[in-house]
């Protein structure tokens, strides 16, 4: 079946909603964020770690799952899901992001994208049309439309092409689609131009996607600049249809992302971070590796629930990262995870008590303190 969207409430002070999402793979409540799951594997942790987590979905990659092990071969072993034994709902993005970052602007034409393999330099040409194909053979729960992804800043002659492309690109992936068990988002793209993104949306809209995503955030602008390309972008959206940010993880962007009316977000950040000894906590991050950790004996975050906090101190989850046990990576990977489901969970409530901003007012004076956040750069999209 196609994907369900359910919109339960609408916060009173903002354009926050709490809603309901129902695959062929399981429902669960928006907002959510998505552990990212590159090649088919979220970093380290197994499936059942995944859903002690309390993700209600994940996300593969399109791109790599192309070129290893190939779509042909995960839809002999009966799809994505059965493939790596996962039974929860599966998001593919369609591998724009990569090939973009792989291709050089010749090369983008309107047949597609030309680029070499990271892997051993082949030379491959991924079209919209192709790039449905792999999605419909991985056959995940949501597929995601082949865009152009344009760095920031950009000339908004160029931006208003680019955005031309991706429509008809949408256009054409939408007419090759042939997944009734899937479901296919349009991308808004339009970069910081609001009459681009309402373009764009509005175009998308007409040609009646079963979600929308918002792309072109995150790639290196300041965060009032991707909250203004959000708000352009969601306020031309149907309310009917989940809401998609994607590439963004950082705490605080997730909750300025729902007050603006988002639904879903991914981002590879949490386990990247992790691997580098860095956590998620209340007051900040924080660096395991930093001396002062060693004899500390107490969990990650005290009020945590997650495995590791459960479990473990500071102390040894340090040992484990300074010797680079894997251990480590992996226990930082679950928390963190865990810290940015527990703030979905929390927006949640907040929507349903209408008090979102207050909660927004006590986040950011405990994690970033008297600083300045909101000319901080974003941080980029790859694994």
């Keep these: 079946m196609k994907i369900k969207y359910n919109l339960i409430k609408e916060e009173k002070n903002t354009k926050a909603r709490l809603g309901k999402l129902?695959?062929?793979?399981?429902?669960?409540?928006?907002?959510?964020?998505?552990?990212?799951?590159?090649?088919?594997?979220?970093?380290g942790l197994s499936p059942d770690e995944i859903y002690s987590i309390g993700s209600g979905i994940i996300l593969a990659n399109t791109y790599h799952l192309w070129l290893r092990p190939g779509e042909d071969l995960i839809a002999k072993a009966g799809g994505l899901h059965k493939f790596m034994n996962y039974k929860g709902?599966?998001?593919?993005?369609?591998?724009?992001?990569?090939?973009?970052?792989l291709a050089r602007p010749k090369d983008i034409t309107e047949e597609g994208v030309k680029f070499k393999s990271h892997i051993d330099g082949t030379k491959l040409l991924l079209t919209p049309e192709k790039s449905i194909e792999i999605q419909n053979k991985l056959d995940s729960d949501i597929a995601m439309s082949f865009d152009e992804c344009i760095s920031y800043p950009a000339e908004y002659d160029y931006v208003k092409e680019s955005v031309a492309r991706t429509l008809r690109w949408a256009r054409r992936g939408k007419d090759s689609f042939n997944n009734d068990n899937q479901s296919l988002f349009g991308i808004v793209q339009g970069s910081d131009y609001e009459d681009l993104r309402k373009w764009c949306a509005e175009e998308l809209v007409k040609m009646d996607f079963d979600g929308y995503?918002?792309?072109?955030?995150?790639?290196?602008?300041?965060?009032?600049?991707?909250?203004?390309?959000?708000?352009?972008?969601t306020k031309y959206l149907p309310s009917n249809k989940t809401r998609y940010l994607m590439g963004v993880g950082d705490p605080i962007d997730i909750i300025e992302g729902v007050i603006r009316g988002v639904d879903l977000f991914d981002c590879v950040l949490p386990t990247r971070i992790a691997r580098h000894g860095n956590v998620?906590?209340?007051?900040?991050?924080?660096?395991?590796?930093?001396?002062?950790?060693?004899?500390?004996?107490t969990p990650l975050e005290a009020d945590c629930d997650c495995y590791a906090c459960k479990?473990?101190?500071?102390?040894?989850?340090?040992?484990?990262?300074?010797?680079?046990?894997?251990?480590?990576?992996?226990?930082?990977?679950?928390?963190?995870?865990?810290?940015?489901?527990?703030?979905?969970?929390?927006?949640?409530?907040?929507?349903?008590?209408?008090?979102?901003?207050?909660?927004?007012?006590?986040?950011?004076?405990?994690?970033?303190?008297?600083?300045?956040?909101l000319h901080k750069k974003t941080t980029g999209q790859g694994d």
């Design 22 to 43: 129902e695959t062929n793979y399981g429902t669960f409540e928006t907002p959510m964020f998505m552990p990212v799951g590159t090649r088919a594997s979220v970093k």
């Design 280 to 297: 998620f906590t209340k007051y900040g991050k924080i660096n395991l590796k930093n001396a002062k950790y060693k004899e500390d004996f």
């Design 89 to 101: 709902p599966i998001l593919t993005d369609s591998g724009g992001f990569q090939v973009f970052s």
């Design 213 to 233: 995503s918002i792309g072109g955030t995150s790639v290196g602008e300041d965060k009032e600049t991707m909250y203004k390309m959000v708000e352009y972008s």
């Design 311 to 373: 479990n473990f101190t500071k102390a040894y989850i340090r040992h484990l990262v300074t010797l680079n046990e894997m251990l480590g990576a992996r226990l930082l990977s679950i928390h963190n995870l865990r810290f940015l489901t527990r703030i979905t969970e929390d927006l949640r409530e907040c929507i349903k008590n209408d008090n979102i901003l207050e909660y927004r007012s006590e986040f950011i004076k405990n994690y970033y303190g008297n600083q300045d956040y």
